[in-house]
């Protein structure tokens, strides 16, 4: 006796359980019909049956495949279907409610007289329309065979090590539908096909979506596509083994009881539809034959229908619930009893939804990309759409940047007046609330600031006489203004910002930016105004004056830091014009350059400029022998400058002048914006009491939004640190200790 492998010690175990509990799988869906005549049986006596011949003894020494379509009508009837059956050489049958050998698919072959083999699976068929198969691989492995059952579209079952000693050739005829009379099918049959291949080997298979037509490999088949009633079956192969009717075996129809669903169409919306509208309705056109349909609506894209079928009863339209601005693709089937059939020849539709725009007075932003679709909806808005929106809708508006984005920038506005900016010019009340995001021009656009403006040389913002930007935790980088040409005297002015109305910047970082004339970062126009908050203003170059900021209106900075900015001639860090207004307010600005005068600040004859609590240090003016400053300046009290010369400063008691600062250079600080910490033997720490000028009162936090004063030393005395960094609670202990050992 052969010895079972472990697998099918495992595989019969599994079959002896499912027996012993009484239970058995069950085919949840039967398949869609192909066809409209079929061989039409009674369950009683009829069948059909051809002759023997040669080309009917499958399996002699070759593989073959047997299979067809049926309709089970009664699964629940105590009998069996017998598909096909040769007595003495194979059969395929299927036992309904009936003995030990109820519920179950069984193919049978003879590979002796005396040694009939099988293969069965055991399950519960659903009444309707199956396509039922099996096959016999006459060398799977060497020197022995395989059986295996397969039904709509899935292997259920295998046998292997099937001993190869042929099947009979026996003079029996061939049966379908019984087994001469014997356990006859009771319904329908369709496409009997018999081969001498193995047609079907892995553990899923697709379903014909058409007749089969014979082929080299065709034994018999069998299409019952006769007139109705006849009782005489042609074979299409070319052995012409003709099936005749027994006991009232005949051609019928099942939709003599109950209709087939027809193919039909989808309607609207059609297919690849845009801007559907968010109430859109689905609709279909009526198959014949259809006690409902299914509906079925998914976004990815897969056509697997994940989320199930909808069933919508006997109605050609569907409602579903919609997003806006979302990709769909919707399937519809008809169905009833018999079978299904998918729309359009089984193919999925798509539409996209419209967005809903968003209203003032809070646009979100969603997109990072530079894109203009004329609408800043709910579901897509860019930048670019957000700000259009907000400079149209005539109201008092806010634009919210996701947390940490980087906006890049590829197209301008253009203005031959005052030169291209990214987006329209701001007329009314304008916020930006940035998450510490970053607005750039693409900074692999060109930027010459030779005179002439180029294509892809813009600014990122120009304020308008009537408009107010406010900016919040946004870095503006790689803006580019360059003059619209030679003679124009307007153009060529903020890098990143021209305000001629109100701007307001707290926590922003204006960094690399430039302009042919003057504000390589910002330029602040004749009666203007400007208010800088707790932000940096660095790394930005001019080529005329006011490498970080050109003022010419009224400007008041404080907790701000201006540095390593750059101009060719006046004002490295700031240049004050003669129309000008600037106080400026706990403000460091160091490492700034000039070519002309005023490395750190410029102030013009007529301008007016005032500082307190200020650091001017470490600035560069290669020309005139003016590092720090040029021009008269205020000093409002505890100022520290490194380096009066070239500059009138009205001294008062508490400045610090020609003494080093003593900062670290630019990094940044989390949460904020770059800054200069200071080194522990700074003059600048603990200098400022608490209540004069502003420490602890006006100004109660620094730049990075630490609080204002500190008692550096731990004597239990509050004092302001001059510039825009307040260092941590006992940090000056470090600096005594420091002088301690220096000087021991």
């Not at 004050?576 to 013009?604: C, P």
Request: aromatic share 8%.
């Amino acid at each position: 006796m052969k010895k079972l492998r472990p697998a099918r010690v495992a595989i019969a175990c599994l079959l002896l359980l499912n027996a012993l509990m009484n239970t058995v799988p069950v085919i949840s869906a039967a398949i869609s019909p192909l066809f409209d005549l079929t061989l039409e049986l009674d369950g009683i006596d009829d069948y059909a049956s051809a002759t023997d011949h040669p080309s009917l003894d499958l399996g002699v020494d070759s593989d073959f495949t047997i299979e067809s379509y049926i309709y089970v009508q009664d699964p629940e009837r105590q009998d069996s279907d017998t598909v096909i059956w040769k007595n003495g050489a194979y059969g395929l049958k299927i036992n309904y409610d009936s003995g030990e050998l109820k519920d179950r698919i069984v193919f049978q072959i003879n590979t002796s007289p005396l040694d009939p083999r099988m293969v069965f699976f055991n399950l519960h068929m659903t009444a309707g329309w199956h396509h039922l198969a099996a096959i016999y691989d006459n060398e799977y492995t060497p020197g022995e065979g395989l059986l295996a059952i397969f039904l709509d579209g899935e292997r259920l079952s295998t046998e292997e090590d099937i001993t190869t000693l042929g099947i009979p050739d026996t003079a029996s005829p061939i049966n379908v539908g019984g087994n001469a009379g014997v356990n006859t099918v009771k319904g329908w049959l369709e496409d009997v096909r018999l081969s001498d291949i193995v047609r079907y080997s892995e553990t899923t298979y697709v379903l014909p979506d058409s007749p089969y037509v014979a082929d080299a490999n065709t034994r018999a088949l069998w299409h019952f596509d006769e007139a109705w009633d006849t009782m005489v079956f042609q074979d299409t192969s070319n052995h012409h083994n003709t099936l005749y009717g027994n006991n009232g075996a005949q051609i019928g129809n099942p939709t003599g009881i109950i209709p087939l669903v027809l193919p039909f169409d989808k309607v609207s919306p059609a297919d690849q539809t845009i801007e559907a509208s968010n109430s859109t309705v689905l609709t279909w056109e009526t198959s014949a034959g259809a006690a409902g349909y299914q509906v079925c609506l998914e976004t990815d894209g897969n056509d697997a229908c994940d989320n199930g079928w909808q069933d919508v009863g006997p109605f050609t339209h569907y409602p579903p619930d919609l997003d806006p601005y979302t990709q769909y693709r919707w399937q519809v089937r008809a169905y009833n009893t018999v079978s299904t059939v998918d729309a359009n020849s089984g193919q999925w539709w798509s539409f996209k939804t419209e967005d809903l725009p968003q209203v003032a007075p809070e646009y979100s932003v969603t997109l990072p990309s530079d894109e203009d679709n004329g609408l800043c909806g709910i579901k897509h808005c860019s930048l670019r759409e957000a700000l259009s929106a907000a400079h149209t809708d005539g109201e008092d508006s806010t634009v919210l940047l996701q947390d940490s984005t980087r906006y890049t920038l590829i197209s301008s506005i253009p203005d031959t007046t005052w030169g291209s900016s990214a987006f329209p010019a701001v007329s009314e009340v304008l916020t930006i609330l940035g998450n510490w995001s970053t607005i750039e021009r693409d900074p692999f656009l060109i930027c010459r600031t030779n005179g002439t403006e180029e294509a892809g040389e813009f600014r990122l913002f120009h304020v308008s006489e009537t408009g107010n930007l406010k900016l919040h935790e946004v870095i503006l980088l790689y803006g580019c203004s360059d003059a619209v040409s030679d003679t124009s005297l307007d153009s060529g002015y903020g890098g990143a910002i021209l305000n001629r109305g109100s701007l307001s910047t707290d926590h922003v970082t204006v960094i690399s930016n430039q302009a042919n004339q003057g504000g390589g970062g910002v330029a602040n126009c004749a009666n203007a105004y400007l208010e800088i908050t707790s932000s940096t203003i660095a790394k930005n170059f001019a080529v005329k004056e006011g490498g970080g900021l050109d003022n010419a209106g009224v400007a008041s900075i404080n907790n701000s830091t201006i540095s390593r900015n750059l101009t060719a001639n006046t004002g490295g860090g700031v240049n004050n014009l003669n129309s000008g207004s600037m106080d400026l307010i706990f403000v460091t600005i160091a490492e700034n350059y000039a070519g002309a005068s005023g490395g750190g600040l410029a102030n013009q004859t007529n301008g007016d400029l005032s500082i307190q609590n200020s650091i001017l240090g470490g600035n560069i003016d290669i020309d005139f022998g003016t590092p720090d400053c040029a021009g008269s300046i205020t000093s409002l009290g505890y100022n520290l400058v490194q380096d009066t010369t070239g500059c009138s400063l009205s001294m008062q008691e508490h400045d610090i002048l020609n003494q080093n600062p003593w900062l670290i250079a630019l990094s940044d600080a989390e949460g904020s914006t770059p800054i200069h910490y200071l080194w522990v033997v700074s003059p600048a720490i603990d200098h400022v009491p608490s209540g004069e000028n502003g420490c602890g009162s006006s100004i109660t936090i620094d730049q990075r939004g630490f609080a204002r004063p500190l008692d550096a030393n731990l004597d239990g005395l509050k004092y302001c640190d001059i510039g825009a960094v307040e260092m941590d609670e006992g940090s000056a202990i470090l600096k005594f200790i420091y002088l301690a050992i220096i000087t021991k």
